[in-house]
């Protein structure tokens, strides 16, 4: 009943925030799941999210063995996650950051024709070469060695730059806005398991800038004569220059267009699945969220009882109450971010009376947040004793402790001052003389006459007619 009301009330508050909130996680989870697919750590995730489902099947069938040691492991765990997806993590980021419209460096001048003839031409030759074009995220960090060129695109250049006796034949070309930028570059090789073991080391550096970044990467094989696209950690043949031609420009097409357009044909529709599926989570996980924060539950909490603004002329006396119980009522949300250092219930005694009074403790008594409600106090009520206050002076007393060296003796001690001018309670010293001493002198120690500094020690309900307590001024006097 209690989650059926909370699921009423959640329903009541959406609204724009609630739709921009369901938006924004169906977002992250859509570009978390893209990125994880084209990393290639899917299994590790499958890994945590059967993890997760032993530890609420656990929670659902009261299971104590798996909750202890879950609850146990939790806080490792979230730690081992961030260090074992901090690549992807890094990479999420980057991708936040990369989402803009960019400039292809276009290919007016047939550059995607040019490359694809060229590569062609080099796969019939049994040469093989390695071509990036970089997307909208930055490649630099991946990329290691070479050498600068920045030189108009032409067939001679590529041919000579994958020449085997060309220096740098074995590296990879970028080709950046329209040109030919550096070549000769190390790519980081795949960890992952995509690609057959058959495959070479120029296979398997194009799959792991395919992961690692948005490029497209054009390889031609020099043992089976053949070109190769490798894109977003996916691997495919090419068959003819045409498809290579055709696979350059739309990758270029692409990272000149907002990163939302919905591809045509079967990839518009794995895409659009991937975006509902995408929504459908997000609007079950916020729903739970909501529902479960929306639970009305109830707490007991311990507080701390304060009195204030106790009138001047009087003080309190006799035992007091330290500290209330009170139990609450409100949602969970609200409750979970409670402390109880924060919260203290204030007794404000501005229009107390000499004499015992009995104050009643409510919730004019406590300041509680916004939709948390006050079920019940204890004590409900607590007395007060206060006493009309009246000043004195007091005789101060050395607190001596231990005994003196033998044959030695106390010839006198003078206190300067040796009396304190008080305000204590009308009815105190009645029955009971009020002592007021300084802190201990240990006679053990003394072997010559002495001059000490000492505190003042008094009965809380006895306080100085002045801000502080004086410091005192003992001098001992001894003879042999």
Not at 34 to 48: A, E, F, N
Not at 225 to 246: C, K, N, T, W
Not at 263 to 288: D, H, K
Request: net charge neutral.
């Amino acid at each position: 009943m209690i989650a059926l009301e909370s699921w009423f009330h959640a329903s009541e508050l959406a609204s724009w925030r609630s739709v921009l909130d369901i938006a924004l996680i169906a977002a992250l989870i859509f570009f978390t799941y893209r990125t994880l697919i084209r990393m290639g750590t899917w299994k590790i995730v499958s890994g945590i999210i059967i993890a997760a489902t032993i530890f609420l099947l656990s929670s659902f069938l009261d299971l104590k063995g798996i909750a202890w040691i879950y609850s146990n492991v939790s806080q490792v765990a979230a730690i081992a996650v961030v260090v074992i997806f901090q690549p992807e993590l890094r990479k999420f980021f980057e991708r936040a950051a990369s989402v803009r419209r960019s400039k292809s460096g276009d290919a007016g001048d047939d550059v995607a024709g040019l490359i694809a003839e060229s590569a062609w031409q080099l796969a019939r030759q049994r040469r093989g070469a390695i071509v990036v074009f970089p997307g909208k995220e930055p490649v630099g960090e991946w990329l290691a060695g070479g050498y600068p060129l920045d030189a108009k695109p032409s067939q001679p250049l590529l041919m000579s730059i994958f020449d085997p006796n060309s220096p740098g034949h074995d590296g990879a070309l970028i080709v950046e806005k329209g040109r030919f930028a550096r070549f000769g570059l190390r790519l980081p090789v795949s960890e992952t398991s995509r690609l057959s073991a058959d495959y070479g080391t120029r296979h398997h550096a194009a799959m792991g800038m395919a992961e690692k970044s948005d490029s497209l990467v054009l390889v031609v094989s020099e043992e089976r004569g053949r070109l190769s696209l490798f894109q977003r950690g996916v691997f495919r043949p090419i068959d003819s220059p045409a498809e290579a031609e055709e696979a350059i420009e739309a990758h270029w097409k692409s990272i000149a267009t907002y990163p939302f357009e919905i591809p045509p044909g079967r990839g518009r529709w794995m895409l659009l699945s991937q975006l509902a599926a995408s929504l459908v989570l997000a609007l079950v996980l916020w729903s739970t969220l909501i529902v479960a924060q929306s639970e009305i539950l109830e707490r007991v909490l311990t507080v701390p009882i304060e009195y204030t603004a106790t009138p001047a002329s009087l003080v309190m006396i006799g035992q007091k109450a330290d500290n209330a119980r009170i139990h609450l009522s409100g949602s969970k949300s609200v409750l979970d971010v409670l402390q109880p250092s924060q919260m203290s219930l204030k007794v404000d005694l501005v229009n107390a009376v000499e004499g015992k009074q009995t104050i009643l403790l409510t919730e004019k008594n406590i300041r509680l947040p916004k939709r948390i409600t006050l079920l019940d106090v204890e004590p409900a009520s607590i007395d007060v004793d206060l006493a009309a206050m009246v000043e004195r002076d007091i005789l101060i007393v050395p607190q001596l402790v231990g005994k003196l060296p033998k044959e030695i003796l106390i010839r006198s001690i003078q206190l300067n001052p040796d009396r304190v001018r008080v305000t204590l309670p009308a009815s105190q010293g009645k029955k009971n003389p009020i002592v007021i001493t300084t802190t201990p002198i240990y006679l053990e120690s003394l072997q010559d006459d002495i001059q000490l500094f000492c505190k003042i020690i008094a009965p809380p309900t006895v306080q100085p007619l002045a801000k502080n307590w004086p410091d005192i001024e003992v001098n001992i006097s001894l003879q042999r």
